[in-house]
């Protein structure tokens, strides 16, 4: 959404402008047309041409990864917020949603730019980056919603043909993490704690189990039996400060135990790489990262860990030097050779920030160290066999103001000359190879001695029969095809300008919006209503508001600034339990046209024209006050915030507004 409201910036609000009333429920009375006009967005898969992986990935005796039997080799990104995306939530917490746009549109652009140019893996989480989007909110409780945008995601992958990479929890953060499994263990005090506390190590377990068992509610697929997952990692980056070998016997511990619920898919560690001893660490020797609690070759060794991994981030290591940027990765790949594994560089980055030396043209040059590394090991049959970059922004996404927005510190935008590069190293590496899912006599030709069997999963449901107008992501979906699909949030129709998209049981309307007539799917064209609707809301002057506003009106759904939320997020903020307020940027028109949807209960509406948010109220009072400023800032959560305006009351012309002022100030 283009600008959506921060919890900060609502609880001022609402402290400061009195906007904390209970809501009730709307009446919509728009033009409304039965949705089988409006086209499918155009990066929509209709046609599933891409054959969805019916294989797993498994390992060749010659090191390789394979799928079927065709030689596979990693080449992906990293994709932050990934489920909370999936799931629709409204805002996030790093990069910003794209203006006007939904977080499954993002998992399905983002997939379909990934796909085209040429890479076939994507690493996410498992877990969410917020509290907001808690995925597990209390030892063995689960948010449906939540888990449900994990389902998406993993669904539209399996549709296009991309491999995942998910880590079961993550050392960083303050959800699904390391120190969430602390805080809920009576017997664990410290973020250490958790690799040899009795209660961490078995709220761990529970959690893998939960997520290897989870059965995805589109394709009716347990996780732990769906190709479209290449592989587990078992934590994200794990630090265990001054640990001795502590890391290294919970990796043994739990990739057995992960291997028991789960045969089928490739485990790893998920680690940064770093050593206990010697000088290949950053910064060469007796650095900080020998206290860190890793060793690459020990937590590698296990037979349950079936590939190394590693990571490389000079300039949060505080090493960019040269030599270091290339010996880090040569000792890896030699380090793997002699594990007998394959090697995948799981996450790599490199800062462009503005005011330092670190530009795009060091990023470049970075970028192509790694990837002629790549390219050299796979054509001389080293271990080094995939890598994933950090962090791919789509157009639109802005980077959080901690790391000056924009790009944020490694942000990839497919317009980029470091995405070029990606895209040059993996047309490279396709050329190794026969054509991704060619035919069987190609594929067979990619690993000796292979013989292609059946497909090693069930085909997922077929629901095209419930389609809208034959338009693909309309209708129902789930193992059954009865499980609705609200197509607004999913962005898989488009209505057109100056209509709002209101879902329905295994359908949508398209609706004008009020001063519009029209279709609502092919054309809402402006009416004589739209100048008598604006004439209606009359003022008592820029920053005033009504000294008792009433209370809240449940704001329209389709309504202009409306958003649905499937995550409940946008409840939890002050004065929004029971539907209140706009969620998206709205102006003043359509801040009346949101109060005229809601007739006839709107008596008046609060705007601000700095948030760009709206309020609809009913029985205000006839006192004028001023109006308290407020503070607005970044569309991010937990950006910081700045006072910068002022709300402002309009009364609908007969529904008795204010008549008096008053110096107080409503607060």
């Known amino acids: 959404m283009a600008f959506l409201l921060t919890a900060v910036t609502l609880w001022l609000a609402h402290q400061q402008c009195g906007l904390c009333q209970q809501a009730t429920s709307s009446l919509l009375t728009a033009n409304t047309l039965s949705a089988a006009a409006p086209a499918p967005l155009a990066f929509v898969n209709t046609t599933r041409s891409n054959t969805p992986p019916k294989h797993f990935v498994t390992i060749t005796e010659d090191g390789n990864f394979a799928v079927g039997c065709q030689t596979f080799y990693p080449m992906g990104w990293n994709q932050w917020e990934w489920l909370e995306s999936g799931a629709g939530a409204p805002v996030l917490v790093a990069a910003s949603l794209p203006p006007n746009k939904t977080g499954p549109w993002l998992v399905r652009d983002v997939m379909s730019k990934g796909q085209a140019a040429g890479l076939n893996v994507i690493r996410a989480w498992a877990t969410s980056a917020s509290p907001y989007y808690a995925l597990q909110t209390s030892p063995g409780n689960f948010s449906e919603p939540i888990f449900r945008g994990l389902d998406y995601a993993l669904d539209q992958a399996r549709q296009q043909n991309l491999k995942v990479i998910l880590s079961l929890t993550n050392n960083w953060n303050s959800t699904g993490s390391v120190d969430q499994f602390v805080s809920w263990s009576p017997t664990a005090h410290v973020h250490e704690d958790f690799f040899n506390d009795p209660t961490c190590m078995q709220l761990y377990q529970q959690y893998a189990s939960a997520i290897i068992n989870r059965v995805n509610y589109i394709n009716g697929r347990r996780y732990g039996d769906d190709p479209t997952i290449m592989a587990w990692d078992l934590i994200n980056e794990p630090r265990c400060y001054k640990c001795g070998n502590r890391v290294q016997e919970w990796v043994n511990t739990m990739a057995a135990y992960v291997k028991s619920l789960d045969s089928k898919h490739l485990l790893t560690v998920g680690e940064e790489g770093f050593y206990p001893s010697g000088d290949s660490d950053p910064s060469g020797n007796q650095t900080w990262a020998y206290n860190e609690g890793q060793d690459f070759l020990a937590d590698h060794m296990s037979s349950d860990i079936d590939f190394t991994a590693f990571h490389h981030w000079p300039d949060n290591w505080l090493d960019n030097s040269t030599s270091f940027e290339i010996g880090w990765v040569a000792k890896h790949i030699a380090d793997a050779a ?30 192509t160290l790694v990837y002629d590394a790549l390219q050299m090991s796979i054509s001389n049959g080293s271990a080094l066999k995939g890598a994933a970059f950090w962090a791919w922004y789509d157009e639109g996404q802005v980077g959080p103001e901690g790391e000056g927005g924009g790009d944020g510190l490694y942000g990839i935008r497919d317009t980029s000359s470091t995405f ?5 190293n993996a047309k490279t590496i396709a050329g190794l190879i026969p054509g991704p899912f060619a035919s069987k006599q190609q594929m067979a030709q990619a690993v000796p001695n292979c013989v292609l069997g059946p497909a090693e999963v069930p085909e997922a449901p077929d629901c095209s029969q419930t389609w809208v107008a034959n338009q693909p992501g309309t209708g129902f979906e789930g193992p059954q095809c009865n499980v609705d699909i609200n197509e607004c949030l999913r962005q898989t129709v488009q209505c057109t300008p100056n209509a709002g998209c209101i879902n329905t049981e295994g359908a949508y309307n398209c609706t004008c919006w009020p001063g519009y007539t029209g279709d609502g799917a092919l054309n809402c064209t402006p009416s004589s209503q739209l100048l008598m609707m604006k004439s209606d809301y009359t003022t008592d002057g820029i920053g005033t508001v009504s000294c008792d506003q009433g209370r809240d009106i449940a704001y329209p759904e389709g309504a202009p600034g409306f958003v649905y939320d499937p995550t409940g997020y946008l409840l939890t903020l002050p004065g929004r339990q029971d539907g209140g307020g706009s969620a998206a940027a709205v102006d003043l ?4 046209q949101a109060c005229e949807m809601a007739q006839p209960e709107c008596d008046a509406i609060v705007y601000n024209s700095v948030l760009q948010a ?29 006072a910068c305006a002022a709300w402002t009351m309009y009364y609908k012309v ?10 107080a100030t409503a607060g």
């Open 614 to 642: 709206c309020f609809l109220k009913s029985g205000p009072s006839g006192e004028s006050c001023q109006a308290a400023s407020t503070a607005c800032g970044s569309e991010q959560i937990n950006q910081p915030q700045a």
């Open 420 to 424: 070029d590069i990606v895209r040059s």
């Open 338 to 367: 002699s594990l007998g594994k394959p090697l995948i560089l799981e996450e790599f980055g490199k800062w462009v920030k503005n005011g330092t030396a670190a530009g795009e043209a060091q990023r470049d040059a970075f970028y």
């Open 654 to 663: 007969g529904s008795g507004g204010a008549s008096t002022s008053s110096a």
């Open 589 to 592: 028109t359509g801040c009346q």
